[in-house]
């Protein structure tokens, strides 16, 4: 009696260990990367600055030349795109008041209207040009 719970002990520590597979339809694919514990750190400090996981920035960053934008400029580029959009729709406005006057269905933008407008776009390129 005494050889079967010895024998049971010995067959669990002959058990291979069971290996984790991960299941995912969007990233079915997975491989182990070795590196130092500083490169690792590294790594998870650069990875959480772009609020991704060490996983999704190694990928970026073995795809792309550039690391991922930062939350700020991704902050500010949507800004930017923002601003653009805005000025976008005033632009148009003053063009559709334009085209309404010359059919007699509107008075046409003011100078000041224009001018405000073209400041404003000078400004915005300005922007853009230092953001690139």
Not at 26 to 46: G, I, M, N, S
Not at 48 to 54: G, I, N, R, V, Y
Not at 102 to 131: C, M, Y
Request: glycine letters at 2%; hydrophobic letters at 35%; proline letters at 8%.
């Amino acid at each position: 009696m005494s050889e079967q719970p010895e024998a049971a002990a010995a067959a669990d520590q002959m058990k291979p260990l069971r290996q984790r597979h991960w299941r995912s339809d969007r990233y079915p694919d997975a491989f182990t990367v070795r590196c130092t514990p500083d490169e690792h750190r590294e790594l998870a400090e650069r990875a959480a600055k772009h609020e991704l996981s060490l996983s999704r920035y190694c990928v970026w960053a073995g795809r792309r030349e550039a690391p991922p934008p930062t939350p700020e400029e991704t902050q500010r580029l949507r800004r930017l795109l923002y601003d653009l959009h805005k000025l976008g729709n005033n632009v148009n406005q003053l063009a559709h008041t334009l085209h309404a006057s010359r059919k007699g269905n509107a008075t046409p933008p003011s100078t000041a209207d224009i001018a405000a407008a073209a400041a404003s776009l000078a400004e915005l390129i300005a922007d853009v040009r230092a953001q690139l």
